[in-house]
């Protein structure tokens, strides 16, 4: 059987047809399945009984399970806890905005990179979610978001270029007018930044936005912070981001993690300023820490997160302060465990 939300709409055009199905069996089947919003084939009552019986034995629905739903009293932020069939789990973060929603999903149960900053980390790699799995967490959070547009970004559990042949398949299915129907170009993939790797999506010309997280000023402090790093330097990393750039006529967004006395020194300034200088095709976005006392930093005062920001003006194309939504919920960025029992500090 093959799991229905894996599928692109001209796969799915191929299953019906090789069953010997007329092929606008296909489109009423993505139409229930995505702006409908059925979780079985028995839904599909413009399918004759047969036909669905049929097709019971050729296609499965994804189980989901939502375990917790935290909102905040903050910003509105919600949190999902969300578990899969074999029980692995993910969370998965809805975010009001102005005018839209973001949703942030999970590629990944666990990660294996090790960011010491970030808790998923802590888990390690648990496995790597199928298409379908990352497709149903937006798909289950659509439902709150009522005629509000809707922005995908890959930056919750897990590398998204760790696991690329699945998240690949799931921005194709995303961003198809006949399935997920949200647009390439509002879905954001965010990467550690594995040069090889960002080469490889930027060939596949699917129009997504990158993110690259540096997180440091130099390569010394980036391998200590972010292990993966040591295979690949900062400038490596920098010209992959650029030759991306190139190939999709898009700017990327360089992600920096301000650590108080660790990453935002002044001399970390100076050495990012020169990274940017001249202005490439680079935004960058100062992330001030969520801080958790399963994780030995702490967040930056506000004046110093000002003064570090202002020293950088110029020499990117943009330099904004991102704080994250939905810290008192631990729906911040680093803050996604997936797990239903709260790690002890060590």
Request: aromatic share 6%.
């Amino acid at each position: 059987m093959r799991a229905l939300k894996a599928l692109t709409f001209d796969e799915l055009q191929a299953q019906v047809q090789a069953l010997g199905v007329a092929r606008y069996r296909a489109a009423q089947l993505a139409d229930w399945t995505y702006a409908k919003g059925a979780r079985d084939l028995a839904a599909m009552t413009n399918l004759p009984l047969e036909l669905r019986q049929r097709l019971a034995g050729e296609f499965h629905f994804t189980p989901v399970d939502e375990v917790v739903h935290r909102v905040s009293a903050q910003d509105g932020t919600r949190k999902f806890l969300l578990r899969f069939a074999d029980g692995a789990a993910v969370e998965t973060v809805l975010m009001p905005m102005q005018g839209h929603h973001t949703v942030c999903i999970s590629s990944q149960v666990g990660c294996r990179f090790a960011c010491k900053f970030c808790l998923t980390a802590r888990r390690g790699l648990i496995r790597n979610l199928t298409p379908d799995e990352i497709v149903q967490q937006v798909l289950h959070v659509r439902r709150f978001i009522g005629a509000a547009g809707l922005n995908v970004v890959f930056m919750g559990m897990g590398e998204p270029l760790d696991n690329f042949e699945a998240v690949v398949q799931s921005i194709r299915i995303l961003g198809a007018r006949r399935l997920g129907n949200i647009g390439a170009r509002r879905i954001t993939v965010s990467t550690t930044g594995i040069p090889d790797a960002i080469r490889r999506l930027a060939d596949l010309d699917l129009r997504v936005k990158l993110a690259v997280s540096l997180n440091a000023s130099n390569d010394g402090d980036r391998k200590r912070l972010m292990p993966v790093t040591a295979r690949h330097s900062l400038v490596d990393t920098l010209e992959a981001a650029a030759t991306f750039a190139r190939r999709t006529k898009h700017h990327v967004t360089l992600e920096y993690v301000l650590l108080r006395d660790v990453t935002d020194r002044p001399e970390d300034a100076e050495r990012l300023r020169a990274l940017g200088s001249p202005p490439g095709p680079f935004k960058l976005n100062l992330i001030p820490f969520n801080p958790d006392p399963r994780l030995r930093f702490d967040r930056p005062l506000p004046e110093r997160v000002r003064e570090f920001a202002a020293h950088l003006q110029g020499a990117f194309r943009s330099v904004s302060v991102r704080w994250s939504m939905g810290l008192d919920i631990e729906a911040a960025c680093g803050q996604l465990f997936g797990a239903e029992t709260t790690e002890a500090a060590p």
